[in-house]
């Protein structure tokens, strides 16, 4: 294997933490680092979502580099809650801070915030990727927030994972009308697709909740929804309070009936009629264009979870995943890719590799983000934009792909990408 | 009224040494390129922002190679939101190299992992002119030695192997970055190839960085006065351009907060003059187009090609000011453009109301509070906090900054330009103008700002 990376398929810790904590109203991220660890993230954001963002940073110079970064970091706290009030700040740390060794549990506990929590998130970006970034954060956050209380509630907890906003919606419309009660954790279908009405008000409206992340320990069960971005927070939620716990992607038909099941099982809530609707509707728009996608040979790039989840879909559309790729080495994606596809398996390779793959295996329709965009050009397959970041085409992040009215979307975003490239000769 | 404390800032005092209102009676300016306080919600970047992402980044046919873990690397990936244009984009801005470092390369060293990088990079991408290896902050703090591995594998691949010390951590924004980038690059690129020809019209055009292809706008006006272009530093370079610069007459230094340093060794070395220019707007760019031309004595040819390009673009520049005019602009730009624009403005008629920079030291607070009128604020490093509140309170027409700032316009119903990587430019020169105008006109009058809506909330 090589040593150099060419053409990254991942991006490092600190931006995934930051996803996870833009899903929580009124909370600021504040990296403990230098300023390009906040300054690119931030554009990464504007680009994908086209909100606006606002994360602090400690600004590590060269002395707080060679004595320690302490002073920067309690002055960083004081002055965000100052000038914010936020009701959380998620202390990050980075390559650079974990690697002078800043003790951030140690400086975040000797300090009084009144009624800001502060949380500390180990995010080094020489481990993992982004999506071990958010799930890092989200794993950090329920550990220092949860707290039990008597009695236990009937909620469920779901752990959406890095996901866009629209897949968020899609998921509260499939669990409103089960008129269950459930917390989503975290929550961006607002904060990063936010309305403009003024006046702007100081944080964005929505996310979820500090309360809410609190109460998280009363639920009668959780579902990470991404096992590899919000995974660790369900095992530390079922071992700790003894909840159910489920992880399920629910893209596609039967990963999204498997979800609805697991709902069902936890909360005893039926599946109503108006879903059993939805899914009659996506199966319609599947049987419509099954002569377009069936038999089509497909390369699948995105973060772990949702790269298996789209090969199992792709495969219901007929279609035979030949590529799966994930943004980040996992053995467990290794095992479960293997009972998806019996092509080529990409663990954490760089996007260089994918395309060497797209070359040698004859693909029809590549999936994947922008940085995929000059693979599908050079290859000449049928691109579908999926995952993070899009910043090629405008409007990715209002659309989800979960669920089966997600599903819709995503059927009819595949066969038009396959009819214009049939256009295209 | 001097340094002015704003409202967001109470709870940082230290802030008023950088915010001042420009009184003409006064000689003061803002406090600058100094560490910013920490937490503030610094809009800056860092070193290694300055030096790979605004410098090196354009150099065309070399192999970038990121020494650190990830995140470095996929930010500056095709320029990252920078939109420097090249001639070769097979391959320039397509690849991002990094080597990846992982915990035990962090622990144990990543001298080796440098090295294979550096060869297999130099392997699949042979036809690469050079490998830059720039190190990010983790690097600076385990020690490896770049200087020794980048000779190594120098001599293992023939090609030039250059290692760029340009750790993030090292200023207090981009701006010491720029200053790696062009010491880095004097001392190991200029000088080091000679000119096939030389003319007695030879010049660079240091410190423009092909912004949505300005180089395309800039280059025809001079050559049609008869000079030719022998390096631009650094849009649109090859390693080899840079490596004959030392050979020019001339040095005409557009960006002048990201280039004085390579000006400066050029004129002491090799005795290359330089002329300061600005090439934005009519007045502006006539005026480098004069200063070139009494330098080469080409002084009949340049308002030749100032009268018939300004003929052209006169009358519609005429129009849009008739439609600007009076119309109050916020400018917050890295540095040199908070000022290169207060004057472009002015030829439209439209007034800057504030002023600020990212990294900007004093030299350009001094030519800022130069151009503006009194009573502009004048803000040194501005924060998110501070500028929704310059952006409510002063409620400027337009605010033209980065992407960064960008939707926070949007969702203050501010209309904006991004004066960083552009609408759709290129923005320099003569014709740039023109597109410059049409973006701006675009903004300021774009039906849907009067759809918004005032909304309590439920």
Redesign the interface.
């Known amino acids: 294997m090589?040593?150099?990376?060419?053409?990254?398929a991942?991006?490092?810790q600190?931006?995934g933490a930051m996803y996870a904590l833009f899903g929580v109203h009124a909370a600021v991220p504040?990296v403990h680092?230098?300023?390009?660890?906040?300054?690119?993230?931030?554009?990464?954001f504007?680009?994908h979502f086209?909100?606006?963002v606002?994360?602090?940073?400690?600004?590590?110079?060269?002395d707080?580099?060679v004595f320690g970064g302490k002073k920067?970091?309690v002055?960083?706290?004081?002055?965000?809650i100052?000038?914010?009030h936020p009701e959380l700040i998620g202390v990050m740390t980075?390559?650079?801070s974990e690697?002078?060794g800043d003790d951030i549990d140690g400086i975040i506990s000797e300090g009084n915030y009144e009624d800001s929590k502060v949380v500390p998130i180990h995010t080094?970006?020489?481990?993992g990727?982004h999506v071990t970034g958010y799930d890092n954060a989200l794993k950090a956050l329920v550990t220092h927030l949860s707290e039990e209380s008597e009695p236990a509630n009937a909620k469920l907890n779901i752990l959406p994972g890095m996901v866009n906003p629209g897949d968020v919606i899609e998921i509260k419309q499939m669990l409103d009308p089960m008129n269950i009660s459930y917390s989503i954790l975290s929550d961006i279908s607002e904060t990063l697709n936010?309305p403009?009405?003024?006046?702007?008000?100081p944080f964005p409206?929505g996310g979820s909740s500090v309360a809410e992340l609190e109460d998280c320990a009363n639920a009668r069960g959780v579902i990470a929804l991404c096992e590899h971005a919000g995974g660790s927070a369900a095992v530390y939620l079922k071992g700790k309070y003894g909840m159910a716990a489920d992880t399920i992607c629910p893209i596609g038909v039967a990963n999204t009936d498997h979800f609805l099941d697991a709902v069902g099982d936890m909360t005893g809530a039926k599946i109503p009629y108006s879903l059993e609707r939805e899914r009659g509707r996506l199966i319609d728009a599947m049987v419509d264009v099954h002569m377009k996608t069936c038999g089509k040979r497909a390369a699948i790039f995105a973060d772990p979870d949702i790269a298996l989840a789209l090969a199992e879909f792709v495969t219901e559309l007929g279609m035979e995943p030949v590529i799966v790729s994930s943004s980040t080495a996992s053995r467990k994606f290794l095992q479960k890719a293997k009972s998806v596809t019996d092509g080529e398996i990409l663990n954490g390779r760089d996007l260089?590799e994918l395309q060497r793959a797209v070359k040698d295996n004859e693909v029809d329709i590549l999936f994947g983000n922008t940085?995929c965009t000059?693979i599908a050009k050079d290859e000449d397959v049928a691109f579908v934009r999926c995952g993070f970041p899009v910043y090629d085409r405008v409007g990715y992040h209002r659309y989800g792909f979960m669920g089966y009215h997600g599903g819709v979307y995503l059927t009819d975003l595949i066969a038009n990408a396959i009819l214009e490239w049939g256009e295209r000769g | 009224m001097p340094l002015t404390l704003l409202n967001?800032?109470?709870?940082?005092p230290e802030r008023e040494k950088h915010t001042y209102i420009k009184a003409g009676s006064e000689n003061i300016l803002p406090l600058s390129n100094v560490?910013?306080?920490?937490?503030?919600?610094?809009?800056?970047?860092?070193?290694?922002?300055g030096c790979m992402g605004v410098v090196c980044g354009p150099i065309k046919d070399v192999i970038h190679?990121v020494h650190?873990?990830?995140?470095?690397?996929?930010?500056t990936?095709g320029g990252?939101?920078r939109q420097n244009l090249s001639d070769n984009p097979s391959f320039h801005g397509?690849?991002?190299?990094?080597?990846?470092?992982?915990?035990d390369?962090?622990i144990f060293g990543g001298e080796d992992?440098l090295y294979?990088?550096?060869l297999?990079?130099h392997e699949?991408f042979p036809e690469a002119s050079g490998v830059f290896v720039h190190s990010?902050?983790?690097i600076?703090?385990?020690g490896d030695d770049l200087g020794g591995v980048c000779k190594r594998a120098e001599q293992e691949i023939g090609i030039r192997v250059i290692p760029f010390n340009c750790e993030?951590?090292?200023?207090?924004?981009q701006s010491l970055g720029h200053h790696i980038a062009n010491d880095t690059l004097f001392e190991r690129v200029v000088g080091t190839k000679e000119p096939e020809e030389l003319t007695d019209y030879d010049m660079n055009i240091i410190g423009d960085y092909n912004i949505q292809g300005d180089l395309w706008a800039i280059m025809p006006l001079f050559e049609r006065m008869g000079i030719r272009i022998l390096c631009t530093f650094t849009g649109n370079a090859s390693v080899d351009e840079i490596a004959q610069a030392h050979r020019a007459k001339l040095n005409l230094m557009h960006c002048q907060r990201s280039t004085p340093y390579i000006c400066n060794l050029m004129e002491e070395k090799y005795g290359i003059p330089v002329v300061k220019a600005t090439l934005f707007g009519i007045e502006q760019t006539s005026k480098a187009l004069r200063d070139v031309a009494a330098f080469f004595g080409l002084e009949d040819k340049a308002e030749e090609i100032i009268k018939e390009d300004v003929a052209q673009i006169a009358p519609k520049i005429e129009a849009y000011r008739s439609k600007f005019v009076g119309k109050r602009v916020f400018i917050y730009q890295g540095a040199p453009r908070a000022w290169h624009w207060i004057n472009m403005f002015r030829e439209f008629g439209v007034e800057t109301i504030a002023a600020a920079t990212t990294f900007g030291h004093e030299d350009d607070y001094a030519k800022i509070c130069e151009r503006v009128n009194d009573g502009a604020l004048v803000i040194d490093n501005p924060n998110?906090?501070e500028l929704?509140e310059i952006l409510t309170d002063l409620k400027p027409d337009l605010f033209i900054s980065g992407?960064?700032?960008?939707?926070?316009a949007?969702?203050?119903?501010v209309p904006f330009i991004n004066g960083h990587a552009y609408e759709k430019g290129p923005y320099a020169a003569y014709s740039g103008f023109l597109n410059f105008a049409r973006d701006v006109e675009k903004t300021l009058f774009a039906p849907v700002w009067g759809l918004?809506?005032?909304?309590n909330?439920a």
Do not use: H
């Open positions: 090589r040593s150099v990376t060419i053409n990254p991942k991006i490092c600190p931006i504040l680092g230098s300023q390009g660890c906040s300054a690119y993230p931030m554009r990464m504007n680009r086209g909100e606006p606002q994360v602090a940073v400690s600004s590590l110079g060269e707080a580099s920067n970091l002055e960083s706290i004081k002055n965000v100052a000038r914010r980075t390559c650079l690697t002078i080094p970006s020489y481990v990727s936010a403009l009405m003024l006046p702007k008000p409206r260089y940085k000059p | 967001s800032d109470k709870a940082i560490q910013t306080t920490p937490g503030d919600f610094t809009e800056r970047g860092c070193t290694y922002a190679l650190g873990p990830i995140g470095c690397a996929y930010w990936w990252g939101t397509k690849y991002c190299f990094s080597t990846d470092m992982q915990e390369n962090i992992k294979k990088s550096i297999e990079a699949e990010t902050c983790a600076g703090l385990i993030g951590f090292r200023g207090c924004s998110s906090l929704e992407l960064k700032e960008k939707y926070l949007y969702k203050l119903g918004i809506r005032r909304v909330d």
